[in-house]
């Protein structure tokens, strides 16, 4: 495994990071003032896009396009160090199409979906005409267990009746959003893994509605807000189905393994951040006499977090290696190492920024606060911690001895 940057890589890191600092950084302080009173992302976000797409900085997340669609085809691991530099700001992933749920919505339509329907959703995707939302977790259910899942969709002729509550949708609140992809019960009588199906379905169907916008921690997310839907019978014709009747666990997880290391990517690039911002606030402020920056607290507070931020990069690019050459089914284990590391990871580097900060690591003028609410989002979204853990130690091998007679021990128990 050599996760030294492949040449193609660092030319388009160098030509993203070019277009960052001179297109999008400069743009970030409108962008706060912008969501600041209005919801949804900034007007100028739409310009950026254009000239984003002009250089080719386009579609940047997604290897499998077909030689007619927009974008770069970079490997998972050629993609990794540039998701780094977008993470850095939480909306700066627009800019490239690179953004969730879109991305992963976009990889399950690549590998499921039918020509028509490759046409009337994935498309427009590609181009950013429009937004997606997938609709999987319930408010009445433990959704953790996704078996849970209890919105049904039931056959009627030609068409699909839809039935059920979903919340915490991401994208589901966006005013572009047409369409989203919704997991539920077609057959109430297979095991327990069959029973699911996925189907598409466009937000102006009747009997589709949106309860409310939701937050997290207080959070608002603007690129891609996150909403609470009814479906009340709400019907579409059966070539909406995406996939197989049954097999819409394994839709799920064609999209859950992407997602799972894309967000990954960007919160390591947003440690890299928050690091930056330590050492910036311990050396301009003074405490006692001296600067806080020598201080060995915090000293401390900033060297352990390079070596966490250090180890989960290590995790991420081999995780995105393992993508590249087993794809998604040869990649689950490593998915979920990272999808345990990670957070954790940037929950305990926010929380250090926050200290070293002080009063202003909590307030709106610094992105600490929200750093930190979405490292705790991502314990739990896209498969809680608990479920990943479960899924690290299934994977585990029992060993070929016993205490009994094992070959590592000096003295055995009677």
């Known amino acids: 495994m050599d996760f030294e940057p492949s040449a193609r890589s660092e030319a388009w890191r160098r030509k993203l990071q070019a277009f960052f600092d001179s297109e999008v950084l400069p743009r970030h302080r409108a962008w706060l003032d912008h969501v600041a009173v209005e919801r949804g992302s900034a007007p100028f976000v739409t310009e950026l896009q254009a000239k984003a797409r002009a250089r080719g900085l386009w579609n940047l997340a997604l290897p499998e396009l077909a030689s007619d669609e927009p974008g770069t085809r970079l490997s998972n ?3 990794a160090p540039l998701a780094e530099i977008m993470g850095r700001l939480f909306w700066a992933p627009e800019v490239f199409n690179c953004q969730a749920p879109d991305v992963p919505n976009m990889i399950a339509l690549q590998n499921c979906a039918t020509p028509a329907q490759k046409q009337r959703f994935l498309n427009p995707l590609l181009n950013a005409e429009t937004r997606s939302a997938f609709g999987m977790t319930e408010p009445d259910v433990a959704s953790s267990d996704a078996t849970n899942i209890a919105t049904r969709i039931v056959r009627d002729g030609s068409d699909y009746v839809i039935s059920g509550r979903k919340w915490f949708i991401t994208g589901a609140a966006h005013p572009q959003c047409s369409f989203l992809i919704v997991v539920g019960v077609t057959d109430g009588g297979a095991e327990r893994t069959r029973r699911h199906s996925c189907v598409i379905v466009p ?8 309860v409310r916008r939701l937050r997290w921690m207080g959070c608002e997310d603007h690129v891609a807000p996150i909403g609470e ?10 070539e909406n189905l995406l996939g197989a009747e049954g097999e819409g666990f394994k839709v799920a997880q064609i999209r859950l393994g992407p997602a799972r290391i894309h967000h990954c990517m960007r919160s390591i690039g947003l440690c890299e951040l928050l690091i930056e911002l330590m050492m910036v606030r311990a050396s301009e402020r003074s405490a006692f006499g001296r600067p806080v920056i020598q201080y060995d607290t915090v000293q401390r ?8 931020l250090e ?7 081999r995780c995105a290696w393992r993508l590249d050459q087993a794809g998604h089914h040869g990649a689950w284990r490593d998915v979920s190492l990272i999808k345990l590391a990670v957070p954790a990871m940037l929950q305990r580097i926010a929380d250090r920024a926050m200290q070293v900060f002080g009063a202003m690591g909590g307030s709106e003028d610094t992105p600490i606060h929200q750093a930190l609410a979405w490292g705790r989002l991502l314990r739990i979204g896209d498969g809680p911690d608990e479920v990943h853990l479960r899924q690290i ?9 016993s205490i ?5 021990l000096a003295t055995h128990p009677a």
């Not at 937000?203 to 949106?210: F, H, K």
């Not at 130690?393 to 001895?401: G, Q, S, V």
Request: some cysteine.
């Open 393 to 401: 130690f299934k994977m585990e091998a029992m060993p070929r001895w």
């Open 404 to 408: 009994a007679n094992s070959p590592y």
């Open 77 to 79: 691991l050629d993609y």
């Open 203 to 210: 937000m102006d169907a009747p009997g589709v509605r949106l």
């Open 229 to 238: 839907l009814i479906f009340d019978n709400v019907r579409v014709p059966r």
């Open 311 to 317: 180890q989960a990069r290590l995790l991420c690019y």
């Open 301 to 308: 507070w900033i060297a352990e977090s390079r070596v966490e």
